[in-house]
């Protein structure tokens, strides 16, 4: 009996299987553009990344940054007033010489409030509390100087000269604005007075008499006009001593006004006191 003859069973790798709906082989090499398509992928994602981070650092510094403004900024509102010192107030009496307010000097002709005092341990009140008064009161009225022992007389500029005179309602308007003047702070010390008469001139003694000088800016000029309020023995009234002639007094002899050394009689106090009054201009 012949042998039969046995081959090896066949090598299936040899040949690839067939695919079922073309019949070609599998090509099992690798697909053109996947290295080109991983690289595109991977640089999406670093440019998501870098975008991520950079958006979140521009907030944090935004954050950052409106906190320190919001801690380093205070508000107007927020801060505390603190009321200043109210301005001392000057002494009354009937002469009024005694006092000429410092606001009197201000250019403009405005003069400052006194400000609310504070009580102690209270809060100061942030706002402004509003004005009692309506209508500013005028900061330089003109006053008029009257005589103790002469009530019916003024001191009256008469040729640059002042003397005592009879001024009244009934005199000319002329006559009652030559017995009118503001009082000023004294121009050589603003604790004494000074009498202006309004385009730059002032009262001055000038040979121990009484008269009306235009301001040449010089010392002597500043320490002629001005006149220190004394204390008088005539009630409501004070005598006006000189500031750089200490020891004589403003007083009126023969109806004319001089500066004359202090004497103690009756006469000469009589004649050296005055008292302050409405201006009759």
Known sequence: MPERKTGSAPD??????????????????????????????????????????????????????????????????????????????????????????????????????????????????????????????????????????????????????????????HSSSRTRQEASFKVVPGIADSSCVSFSLGDNRYLRHQNFRLRADRHDGSEYFKQDSTFCPRPSVHSGAVALESYNFRGRFLRHRNFELRLDPAEYNQLYLADSAFRLVKGLS
């Not at 595109?40 to 403004?69: F, I, N, P, W, Y």
């Not at 009937?94 to 405005?110: H, N, V």
């Not at 942030?126 to 309506?134: C, F, H, L, Q």
């Not at 100087?145 to 019916?152: F, L």
Request: hydrophobic share 30%; aromatic share 4%; charged share 25%.
């Open 12 to 169: 299936p790798s040899a040949h690839p299987p067939k695919v079922w709906e073309t019949g070609e082989s599998l090509d099992e090499s690798r697909i053109p553009g996947t290295r080109r398509l991983w690289l595109a992928g991977a640089l999406l994602v670093a440019v998501l990344a870098s975008a991520v981070t950079a958006v979140t650092v521009l907030e944090d510094g935004t954050d950052t940054s409106a906190k320190d403004q919001k801690q380093n900024t205070t508000s107007a509102a927020d801060e505390p007033v603190t009321p200043r010192a109210p301005a001392a107030t000057a002494p009354s009496g009937k002469s009024g010489l005694a006092a000429p307010e410092a606001s009197e000097e201000k250019a403009d002709g405005t003069s400052s409030a006194p400000e609310d005092k504070q009580q102690g341990g209270a809060k100061p009140d942030p706002v402004p509390r509003p004005s009692k008064s309506a209508s500013p009161k005028p900061s330089n009225p003109l006053k008029s100087v009257r005589a103790v022992n002469y009530p019916d007389r003024y001191w009256h500029l008469s040729y640059d000269s002042v003397r005592l005179d009879q001024v009244s309602s």
